[in-house]
């Protein structure tokens, strides 16, 4: 059947043409620890370890998967750990098997290294008989008199026969003593004349001493000498008389001399080529217009009028604090409104004294030598500041000046001390404040072998010393009479009664009677003579040979050991101790 509605054809859905991107995508690289979740043995997962079998049933109803036996293949097996020579030796020697091991090792006994606050031991030969005997002074040559004020005559000698502390060592007369064994037979002992003096080994050459060491003159330029004596603490006074220098000044401001002396405290750092003030390790007093002179600036002390002229007697007094606050502000910890408050407190803490020394011959006499201590760089330059100032850049600001808590310790001072003058008995005021402290680390030896920084010898410290030039003269008076002591001076040392008696403290107890202790008769703000630093000295060195002796014996195994292979011929002489000449060694000087 025909019909005229035109029925619309079927038309085709358009589909569009992909477009292909350009470059195909990236796989994610794999990372070192990527594993596949599925393990299969064209990738297989190694950290799967094969199944437990739980059961002999399982075993043989469970074989291993394809993937268990792929992982298996690839593990290596077990590495055994090879026991070592030493091991395998121990245990032949206790009849062990190579299968068998001990539960607990044999301790072990080793060799302990020498405590760093011990001194270092050095292997040497016996001594010789003479070393045995006592120790002598130098040789004294007659060289010149000299008219004393009194009328007198002085007669001056040239020393001989004993060594100098030059080129940065520092010697010390030893004696050999069978008492100490331990410590090579040496230990630390005095020759004649005994007292406190002017040192003959402490001195620059071409100086003329009296065979009592206290009077000193020279025909050269300045030179220097420092006492026997090293002050550390406390308060001290002691004496030098003009026997020859200015007699008077003209109008015209010259001046009418037979020589200069200069006067002081010096440290051991101190030059002894040159006058005492010259350099930051010393404070001196002119004889021209009575001037105090510290790092080579002199500046007027004296009142105007006031010179030192021949006749007159120059005292000097120094106060220094205590050892314990010392050690507080070279170590950086020192706090003002504390230490100060606590100073007077006692205390039982004693210095570490490290003394690291080797016996040497020099002629016919034995000494100890030390490596002595050496100028630092930031003294020097407060001595000769640098144009360009701290910062490298000139105009910059001015470093900062010495101070009890200065970021350098050898620019640190102490606090309440000073040094006071004074002029036939006459107080002339206070030269020097804040002194600057000398303690390790502020002061350092010589860097050298065998050298060890931080080390306190006991002999550091503020020596009195004086320096004579062209014909100069003085005599010196350490105590305990002086000629012209000021108030508050001691003319004794001891604090006994007119009678002599000591004094005694009462006790709650009336049948005790108390002697008073170092601590309530020597007060520390009391002024008491150097004579009486020199004793304490001496039994400063006698303590600390003992002390060295006890921790050689216990370094040795609490034995004494025979060197020279006689009784103890077994036993291993030289632990812990230094390689070095197994002769003590001849030293040379030249003037």
């Known amino acids: ?104 090792p044999d301790p072990k006994v080793k060799d302990l290294p ?3 606050s011990s001194p270092m031991r050095y292997k040497l030969a ?11 002074g130098p040789v004294f040559t007659p060289h010149h008199e000299v008219p004393a004020l009194d009328g007198s005559t002085i007669q001056f000698h040239e020393t001989s026969e004993h060594v100098y502390n030059k080129k940065s060592f520092h010697y010390l007369h030893c004696i050999a003593d069978p008492a100490f064994p331990s410590s090579f037979y040496y230990r630390q002992t005095e020759p004649e004349p005994f007292g406190a003096h002017i040192s003959f080994e402490d001195a620059a050459t071409h100086m003329y001493m009296d065979q009592s060491g206290h009077h000193i003159t020279t025909d050269k330029g300045f030179r220097s000498a420092r006492a026997n004596v090293a002050v550390r603490q406390g308060r001290w006074y002691w004496e030098c008389k003009i026997t020859r220098g200015n007699l008077k000044s003209s109008a015209d401001g010259n001046i ?21 003030g010259f350099d930051a390790y010393s404070y001196g007093i002119r004889d021209v217009q009575g001037q105090k002179v510290h790092m080579s600036r002199p500046k007027d002390f004296f009142p105007e009028g006031e ?69 630092t760089k930031e003294l020097e330059d407060l001595m000769n500041p640098s144009p360009a100032g701290p910062s490298g850049s000139i105009g910059s600001r001015p470093g900062e000046k010495p101070n009890p808590n200065h970021q350098v310790p050898a620019l640190r001072t102490l606090p309440n001390s000073h040094i006071k003058v004074y002029k036939n008995g006459q107080p002339m005021g206070t030269a020097f404040t804040d002194l600057l402290a000398f303690l390790p680390p502020a002061s350092k030896p010589q860097g050298q072998v065998g050298t060890r920084e931080g080390m306190d010898d006991g002999m550091l410290g503020y020596y009195p010393a004086i320096s004579v030039f062209r014909g100069g003269a003085a005599e010196v008076n350490f105590g305990p009479k002086f000629w012209c002591p000021p108030a508050g001076a001691s003319s004794s040392g001891a604090d006994v009664d007119d009678d002599g008696d000591v004094d005694m403290v009462d006790t709650a107890d009336a049948d005790t009677v108390q002697v008073a202790s170092s601590s309530t008769a020597r007060r520390p703000d009391k002024m008491r003579p150097v004579a009486e630093r020199y004793d304490e000295q001496i039994v400063e060195d006698v303590v600390a040979d003992v002390v060295d002796e006890v921790d050689f014996w216990m370094q040795d195994g609490a034995r004494v050991i025979d060197r020279t292979g006689g009784r103890d011929a077994k036993a291993d002489t030289t632990a812990g101790i230094a390689p070095a000449r197994e002769e003590i060694k001849e030293l040379v000087q030249d003037d």
Not at 94 to 101: E, F, K, P, T
């Open 114 to 116: 020498p405590n760093e």
């Open 1 to 104: 059947m025909a019909t005229d509605v035109n029925i619309p054809k079927r038309q085709i859905t358009p589909v569009p043409v992909p477009v292909l991107p350009i470059s195909a995508s990236q796989k994610r690289p794999l990372e070192d620890d990527h594993a596949p979740p599925v393990s299969s043995p064209l990738n297989p997962n190694l950290d799967i370890k094969p199944t437990k079998i739980q059961s002999q049933s399982q075993l043989q109803t469970q074989p291993p998967s394809h993937d268990d036996v792929a992982v298996m293949a690839r593990e290596k097996p077990a590495r055994s750990k090879k026991e070592t020579l030493k091991k395998r030796e121990s245990k032949a020697g206790l009849g062990l098997g190579a299968d068998s091991s001990r539960a607990t």
């Open 126 to 136: 016996p001594p010789k008989p003479s070393d045995f005997e006592p120790a002598r």
């Open 307 to 375: 010179e030192i002229r021949e006749g007159d007697v120059i005292g000097l007094e120094i106060q220094l604090p205590s050892e314990q606050l010392h050690r507080k502000v070279v170590q950086g910890q020192y706090n003002p409104a504390v230490d100060l408050i606590n100073e007077d407190e006692p205390t039982m803490e004693a210095a570490n004294i490290v003394r690291d020394r080797i016996p040497i011959r020099f002629k016919q006499h034995i000494y100890l030598e030390k490596i002595d201590y050496h100028t």
């Open 256 to 276: 009418e001399s037979h020589g200069h002396v200069r006067l002081g405290f010096a440290r051991r750092e101190a030059s002894l080529d040159a006058p005492v």
